[in-house]
């Protein structure tokens, strides 16, 4: 699937106030994030690498120890195991996220209604 609309993607909610959709190949995913007014991703981390952009909105978000005030245009790398969390604010947001490899528990989430045994 080399061309993607976003809109034909049913979203999933990992955490109240937040909708992605997260189309993926074979070695990377897409995550189009829309967070509403004050959600929050609370802290977390993950095994796999993180990149993004805020397309859209302001964004705190924290990596590591350090916090910075996102505005559209900014750009971010979260190394693998790294704890980070973001929280939209004065307003919704809308964040492009890249991750590698493809994260299992969102594809899972994905392909929910996909059977996965074959014959």
Request: charged share 20%.
């Given at each position: 699937?080399?061309?993607?609309?976003?809109?034909?993607?049913?979203?999933?909610?990992?955490?109240?106030?937040?909708?992605?959709?997260?189309?993926?190949?074979?070695?990377?995913?897409?995550s189009y994030l829309e967070m509403d007014a004050g959600a929050e991703v609370p802290l977390h981390s993950h095994p796999?690498?993180?990149?993004?952009?805020?397309?859209?909105?302001?964004?705190?978000?924290?990596?590591?120890?350090?916090?910075?005030?996102?505005?559209?245009?900014a750009m971010f790398i979260i190394p693998p195991h790294t704890p980070h969390r973001a929280v939209a604010v004065g307003?919704?947001?809308?964040?492009?996220?890249?991750?590698?490899?493809?994260?299992?528990?969102?594809?899972?989430?994905?392909?929910?209604?996909?059977?996965?045994?074959?014959?």
């Amino acid at each position: 699937m080399p061309f993607i609309n976003i809109r034909d993607i049913q979203p999933i909610e990992p955490v109240p106030g937040c909708r992605m959709r997260t189309p993926f190949g074979e070695h990377l995913m897409l995550s189009y994030l829309e967070m509403d007014a004050g959600a929050e991703v609370p802290l977390h981390s993950h095994p796999h690498e993180q990149g993004g952009i805020l397309i859209s909105g302001t964004l705190n978000l924290t990596i590591g120890d350090e916090t910075r005030r996102c505005e559209p245009g900014a750009m971010f790398i979260i190394p693998p195991h790294t704890p980070h969390r973001a929280v939209a604010v004065g307003g919704p947001c809308v964040v492009l996220d890249v991750f590698s490899p493809v994260r299992e528990d969102y594809a899972a989430l994905v392909n929910r209604y996909i059977p996965t045994t074959g014959k």
